[in-house]
C-alpha cells in the first residue's frame, strides 16, 4: 500500500538536533501507518548515522538511506527516490514542527485540490521563537499563469523594480520569500511527472531553483496564514558559515547563476514564459553586494586576489547584460552611486569605494 505522506530528511552530523526532529514528525498527529520518514545520512562522521538507526529499529516507518557525503541536493533527490508517498514534505534534520503540521496541510491540499500548500514558518534560537513569518501574499488561491506570474517571482528573487523601490527607500523593498522547501508541500506526482531533481552542483540555492520550478509546474497553489515549523538557527550550519565566507558565497553566487539560467530554459521549454525579469534585480544588487564582501582587508587573500575575484563575477556575459538593461530609478544619492559605478563600468572604483566604507566602519545591508 502506498504511503499517504513521505517526509524527506537529510542529515549531516546534526548528532544534537536529529533525535528532535524525528521525534517531531513521529509525533504528527496523522495515521502513522499512513507516514513514511526518508532519513538520508549524507555520509555523516559523528553519532548522527547511529541514532538515526536506534530510532528505525523503534519505529517500522522510519527509513533510514547511508551514503557517502554527496551534498544535500543529492541526499534529497535520493529521498524522492525512495518516497512512495502521494505528499511529501523536505524536512531539515535540525528543526522540527508542530504536531497538526502534515495532517492539517494535507487535507487543505486534497480540499482545493492544490498541487503545493504554502505556509509559514518561526525562526527559533536558545530554546525560543525570535521571530515568526507568515506567507506574505494577497490571495489565498493562485492557479494557473498567475503563479508563473505572482507567486514564483517571490521566492526566485528581486526585479529591477524591486532594487529601484529600494534606492528610493519604500519600505521591505527587498523582501523575498523564503524559498527553503521545508515551508511548501508538495505532490510526488508533480515531481516526478515533470522529472525535477535537485541540482547537485549547488551547495547553496538549491532550494530556490527547486521550488521556483516546482511551482512553474502547478496548476493550482494554496497558501496557508499559519505557522508550523521551527527554523532552528546554529552557527554550525552549512547557510551560517556560507554567509560568513566571502569566496565560499561567490562560487556559490556563480553557480546560482549557471543553475538560473538552466531555469530559465527549462521553463521557457514548458510554459513560454521568460522568468529572467524576476530575478534581475537579484543579480545587479548581488554584483554590489560582492563588491563589498571581497573588498573587506582579508589575511588569506591579497587585495589582488580579491579583486580578481570580484572581476570573475562582473565580467559574466550575463552578469554585464542585466546591468546594461537595469535603468537606475530616482531616490538616495549614496543608494544610487554603486549603480551608476556599475553601469559604466568602473569596477575598480567601485571596489576602491567599498573598501573605504569599511574603512569607516559602514556595514552594507539590504
Known sequence: MNMKVSVIIPAYNIEDYIGKCLDSVLAQDID???????????????????IIDEYASMHDNIRPIHKENAGVSAARNDGIAAASGEYIFFFDGDDFQEKETCRELVEIAERESADAVIYGYHRYEDGKVYETNYPRFDKKIYEGKSIIKEVMPAFIGLSNKDVNNWIAGKPDALYVENPALWRILCK?????????????????????????????????????????????????????????EPFSKLEGKKKLNDARERLVNRIKDRAGVDVTKTFAGTIVMSAVEVAFRLSEKDDKHSRKERYAAYRSFVDDDRVRKLIKNFKIGKGSLVKRVPFIMLKNGWYGLLFIATEMLHVVGYEFKR
Open 188 to 244: 510526488k506526482s508533480v515531481i516526478t511527472g515533470n522529472t525535477l531533481l535537485f541540482d547537485k552542483t549547488l551547495k547553496v540555492g538549491e532550494d530556490t531553483c527547486f521550488i521556483s520550478e516546482y511551482l512553474s509546474c502547478c496548476n493550482k497553489v494554496y497558501v496557508q496564514q499559519k505557522c508550523y515549523y521551527y527554523l532552528v538557527t546554529r552557527s554550525t550550519s552549512a547557510i551560517y558559515r556560507y554567509e560568513r
Open 32 to 50: 502513522q501507518n499512513q507516514l513514511e520518514i526518508i532519513v538520508v545520512d549524507d555520509g555523516s562522521t559523528d553519532k548522527t548515522g547511529d
